[in-house]
């Protein structure tokens, strides 16, 4: 099953919506600024969301990631309510401004297998506590620029390189 991009993006209206088993991808934009969006349901067979797909979704404040997910697309959470996130083990990259201002999130669960949290990862949003786990290797530039409810950090002793 395929769902194109931006299917639904800038629904007005939409507040709920409940993706179909089989469904491997939301693509870039499907839900982009679906401003009153508050429920989404994922199919366990997603192993990809696209860029921008859940951006801008202002009242979405929780979603459950199912556990073979392998990919979350730049931009892909930005601008969202979400309060609480915890990344599958699957994956290994946070991408570019994945959760960029997210005001409402005050925890990210990373897994043992990220590597690298890209450019502006958590940009401007309100986190207060994120554990850095073994095995990551890299952390970008701006990845937590104010990030101003941060109250600490442990960087493993395996990261190589944290950008400005």
């Keep these: 099953m395929v769902i194109e991009e931006k299917a ?3 629904c007005e209206c939409l507040e709920e919506i409940v993706l179909p088993e089989g ?3 939301i693509s870039d934009s499907m839900l982009q600024d ?3 969006l508050n429920q989404v349901t994922l199919p366990t067979t997603l192993v990809e969301i696209g860029a921008y797909a859940l951006g801008g979704c202002y009242k979405l404040e929780s979603i459950d990631l199912p556990k073979d997910l392998i990919k979350i697309g730049e931009g892909a959470f930005g601008f969202t309510g979400l309060t609480e996130v915890t990344i599958p083990k699957g994956m290994k990259v946070i991408e570019k ?3 960029s201002v997210c005001h409402a999130l005050k925890k990210v669960t990373l897994p043992s297998g990220i590597e690298n949290i890209d450019d502006a990862g958590f940009i401007c949003s309100g986190l207060e506590e994120i554990e850095l786990t073994e095995g990551l290797l890299r952390i970008g530039g701006l990845a937590f620029f104010d990030c101003a409810q941060l109250k600490s950090v442990k960087i493993p002793k395996g990261v190589a390189e944290i950008k400005n």
């Design 23 to 25: 469904l491997c991808k």
């Design 97 to 99: 401004s994945t959760f």
């Design 34 to 36: 679906c401003r009153v």
């Design 8 to 10: 639904f993006k800038d």
